[in-house]
Nanobody, 119 residues
Framework: EVQLVESGGGLVQPGGSLRLSCAAS????????MTWVRQAPGKGLEWVSDISRNGGSTYYAESVTGRFTISRDNAKNTLFLQMNSLKSEDTAVYYCAKRTNSGSTMNYWGKGTLATVSS
């Protein structure tokens, strides 16, 4: 059974940092591209970042480029999102997701972790 469990969310002041983690199990982690998406209160899902199977290629939404860094530890089956220079508009539930073999869609999601940026 595929499981994705996010952690690391919390309350942080504007300009602060958080590091999110996603523990994966039930599949061969390094065979799949992985994704972070987020949902702000009252808004739809927003794609945040992707990382290739070996971590050599990364992709970011314009809204987070230069502030967020996606990474993975394939030996520990864990995905990360380092979030720096946080803004109030980064407040959201953050979900990690596993992509399909083709990478075109996401077929498994975690339950999310809430990051709140507020003074």
């Amino acid at each position: 059974e595929v499981q994705l469990v996010e952690s690391g969310g919390g309350l942080v002041q504007p300009g602060g940092s958080l590091r999110l983690s996603c523990a994966a199990s039930g599949f061969t982690f390094d065979n799949y591209r992985m994704t972070w998406v987020r949902q702000a209160p009252g808004k739809g899902l927003e794609w945040v970042s992707d990382i290739s199977r070996n971590g050599g290629s990364t992709y970011y939404a314009e809204s987070v480029t230069g502030r967020f860094t996606i990474s993975r530890d394939n030996a520990k089956n864990t995905l990360f999102l380092q979030m720096n220079s946080l803004k109030s508009e980064d407040t959201a539930v953050y979900y990690c997701a596993k992509r399909t073999n083709s990478g075109s869609t996401m077929n498994y999601w975690g339950k999310g972790t809430l990051a709140t940026v507020s003074s």
